[in-house]
């Protein structure tokens, strides 16, 4: 997630500052501090659950409420990650921003951490997110002005390639982690 937070800081200062393309800074930089806010809140969340010594275990109930809030933990960071995502795309150009194919990623990566059912309820969430962004959102000069079209268009091979160098080194980690830990 910090990745996320430098990641969308240097895409604001690229896209406004080099690119010379007006974008509503301070409500972006106001996202982008609430999410490093919120990794902070993560993170302490997350070394408190690791405070807990899974082999101390008296039963798999135990076991079972453990596992759950790690989960509990992993949704409500999909959620917040979406909600930022959408916060960020409802600014600079809805649904029509190259970027919305980074609620792929998101998706993505809670299909491989967390059971079907917290995947499809984020899946129908995202689903939701970006058909608001069809209905609502802030109309940016680069989507309306035919001008534009070649920038629109590098952006958005861009946040394609971001968006799949991003799913595959996720994955692929996780695959690795995961086969050395069976084996």
Known sequence: ???????????VVAV??????ALPVLA???VIALTAASNIAYERWFRRMLRVDPESFDSGAAA???????QLL?????IADLLFLTALLHVTGGW???FAVFYLVHLALAAVVLPARWTWGLTAFGILSYFAL???YDRLMIFEDPQYYAQHRQGTLIAFAGACAIIVYFVTRIHSELAEDLG
């Open 96 to 98: 029509r921003n190259p």
């Open 64 to 70: 079972r409420r453990w596992l759950g809030k790690g």
């Open 74 to 78: 992993m949704g409500c960071v999909t």
């Open 28 to 30: 972006l930089t106001s």
């Open 1 to 11: 997630r910090w990745a996320a937070v430098m990641g969308q800081a240097l895409t």
């Open 134 to 136: 069809a209905v609502d």
């Open 16 to 21: 406004h500052f080099w690119l010379g393309i």
